[in-house]
């Protein structure tokens, strides 16, 4: 059975503070790790990771992969208020079109 | 443009009903998901469309019937619900050429409330 295992599952931050977001994974057959923001709604998506060790970066948000050790970090540098979010960690698989999700980081940004 | 549209955004609807939700996405993505999502919990994949045919279903009760008319619609028909089956459902399309990774855009959802 597929592992996807987030932390930590909760955090509260004030504005200015730097976050770093786990995901470890067991998964069969993994093709590529993604990373989605859900605020109220839909999931955003922020990264896809297939290949270990080159850190991928949006602005303030960076994210790598290491698929020696299984897993994957999100950092967020300068937090803002808008980053209150949860961030979802999703397993891709091979051959098939199937995500498997990890339970979130919540994550709350105070002035 | 990396648009996923669903509607209705809400429906509340009683255990006779029968009701459906609709999404729609015009990137040319071949490959389009239902997903169920309660309340603090992540999403959870019910449906795959691949080419307009159903390649995943996990084990969703028959109470869910999805339908994919062509490659730009998705269809979830609901028919005899329960009060549990209440959650947002969240409609997904990705790319899909043979071995690819894509990621996949989620709609805004229908949030569903079952009485």
């Known amino acids: 059975e597929d592992k996807v295992v987030q932390s930590p599952l909760s955090l509260v931050v004030h504005e200015g503070d730097t976050v770093t977001l786990n995901c470890s994974y067991e998964?069969?057959?993994?093709?590529?790790l993604l990373w989605y923001k859900q605020e109220k709604k839909a999931p955003t998506f922020l990264f896809m990771l297939?290949?270990?060790?080159i850190e991928k970066k949006s602005g303030r948000l960076s994210s790598i992969l290491d698929k020696k050790e299984l897993f994957s970090i999100l950092n967020i540098t300068a937090t803002q208020t808008g980053d209150s979010a949860v961030y979802l960690c999703?397993?891709?698989?091979?051959?098939?079109?199937?995500?498997?999700f990890g339970k979130g980081n919540q994550v709350v940004v105070i002035p | 443009d990396t648009e996923v549209t669903q509607t209705p955004k809400h429906l509340v609807m009683g255990m006779t009903n029968k009701k459906s939700l609709k999404c729609e996405q015009h990137?040319?993505?071949?490959?389009m998901y239902w997903y169920k999502q309660k309340a603090k919990k992540p999403p959870e994949l019910m449906f795959v469309?691949?080419?307009?045919?159903?390649?995943i279903n996990e084990s969703v009760p028959s109470r869910f019937s999805p339908e994919c008319p062509n490659s730009s619609l998705l269809n979830l028909h609901l028919h005899a619900l329960q009060p549990e089956d209440s959650a947002l459902y969240l409609c997904?399309?990705?790319?899909?050429?043979?071995?690819?990774?894509?990621?996949?855009?989620f709609g805004p959802g229908t949030r569903l409330t079952v009485t």
């Open positions: 997904a399309s990705s790319q899909d050429r043979h071995r690819g990774a894509y990621e996949q855009y």
């Open positions: 998964v069969t057959n993994f093709r590529s």
């Open positions: 297939t290949s270990s060790g």
């Open positions: 999703a397993v891709l698989h091979y051959g098939n079109n199937r995500l498997a």
């Open positions: 990137m040319g993505h071949r490959a």
């Open positions: 469309y691949s080419y307009e045919k159903l390649s």
